[in-house]
Nanobody
């Protein structure tokens, strides 16, 4: 079993900053890909940022220059530093990890429970 626990969401004024964290636990051999996605009410979930095992990153156009994704392999954790927040950044943020478990050649996608981010104008 693999569990992802997120933290760091909350209420912030426009222009402010938040840092989200997500830590994985369980039977884990490797985590080649980690991502953050978000979902606003009435909208589809969208990919916000992605980081690979070689630390290469990709961002949604709407967050380039404002958000930074990072990872700590030893802690099996991924972070999302969010600066210059806008009201349209509000939503539930989910972390996702592509996990290879010990004793398996297969990969699985695991998701966190989600953390609410609300940006007031």
């Amino acid at each position: 079993q693999v569990q992802l626990v997120e933290s760091g969401g909350g209420l912030v004024q426009a222009g402010g900053s938040l840092t989200l964290s997500c830590a994985a636990s369980g039977n884990i051999f490797s985590i080649p890909v980690m991502t953050w996605s978000r979902q606003a009410p009435g909208k589809q979930r969208e990919l916000v940022a992605r980081i690979s095992s070689d630390y290469s990153t990709n961002y949604a156009d709407s967050v380039v220059g404002r958000f930074t994704i990072s990872r700590d392999i030893a802690k099996k954790s991924v972070y999302l530093q969010m600066n210059s927040l806008l009201p349209e950044d509000s939503g539930v943020y989910y972390c996702n990890m592509r996990v290879q478990q010990r004793g398996s050649d297969e990969f699985r996608d695991d998701w966190g429970q989600g953390t609410q981010v609300t940006v007031s104008s």
